[in-house]
């Protein structure tokens, strides 16, 4: 009896341990899903890149699609805005002036040469970024039917031409078909192989450039000698003639009315008005 008794308890005590460790085990689910549904509040309520764990980093956004774009192009026109465009151009001189000549207030009338008048509106454009150089050395233009004390003549020419660009990769020559055969001593038989060759060079469509070149003379109205020449050229792959040729005008007259004799080099900034 006692044996059964004790065996009665026994299993009691077994089946109230069963019945503990499940109400352990419930408690522990219970509180696994009490954490789960709070996670999910505080994710309801606080922004996707600021839940993390570890050491706090903000998030880094890549811009993509058009917002790449934008940001190019952003960055295209600030470096545009940093630097200045600067023409260069190589310039000849010829001056008659004594170097204590003085021209300040002596007057001159652009001459026309009959060619020129096949670009009346061209030539328009010369004369007048002409006369604002010319007006800073203190020169000033007569008036129509008067004598100035000298005449000018102006010329300017624009030839395109295309530069050949070597960058990048493309198909070449030579191309080279052949058959290669070979053996060697001891060995039975002989091995034959074609091989095709292709050569690849760097080769890239050509680019425009433009050759650029004024020149304007200065002629004592009485005696007709030349007084003043100037030639100014550039060559380069800016396209734009209204924003080249007045840099050109600006070049020929650094110096007046004694520039350098000797060819030289002269850096006009675009836009620049000192």
Not at 90 to 106: D, K
Request: include cysteine; charge should be positive.
């Amino acid at each position: 009896m006692r044996r059964l008794l004790s065996s009665l308890g026994l299993s009691t005590r077994r089946t109230g341990a069963r019945k503990t460790n499940a109400g352990v085990q419930r408690d522990v689910r219970g509180m696994a899903h009490s954490s789960a549904v709070q996670s999910s509040r505080n994710a309801e309520m606080c922004p996707a890149s600021i839940l993390f764990s570890g050491p706090r980093r903000l998030p880094f956004l890549v811009p993509t699609g058009p917002g790449l774009i934008a940001c190019l192009c952003a960055a295209v026109l600030l470096s545009g805005c940093a630097g200045t465009r600067v023409i260069d151009s190589i310039v000849q001189s010829h001056s008659a002036f004594e170097s204590t000549a003085r021209v300040a207030g002596q007057s001159y009338q652009f001459e026309r040469l009959p060619l020129v008048h096949a670009n009346a509106a061209g030539q328009a454009n010369l004369e007048r970024w002409t006369a604002d150089e010319l007006a800073r050395y203190g020169l000033v233009a007569g008036a129509a039917g008067t004598t100035p004390r000298f005449t000018v003549q102006l010329s300017a020419g624009v030839t395109r031409h295309d530069a050949l660009s070597w960058a990048g990769a493309g198909p070449g020559w030579p191309f080279a078909v052949g058959l290669g055969v070979g053996g060697y001593p001891g060995f039975r038989g002989w091995g034959a192989s074609p091989f095709v060759g292709a050569g690849f060079d760097n080769y890239l469509p050509p680019t425009p450039r433009y050759r650029r070149e004024f020149e304007i003379v200065l002629r004592d109205a009485a005696s007709h000698a030349v007084v003043f020449q100037s030639r100014a050229f550039n060559d380069s792959g800016w396209w734009d003639d209204n924003a080249v040729l007045p840099a050109l005008v600006q070049a020929a007259l650094q110096g007046f009315p004694n520039p350098p004799a000797a060819p030289r080099n002269v850096r006009v900034p675009l836009g620049n008005d000192d």
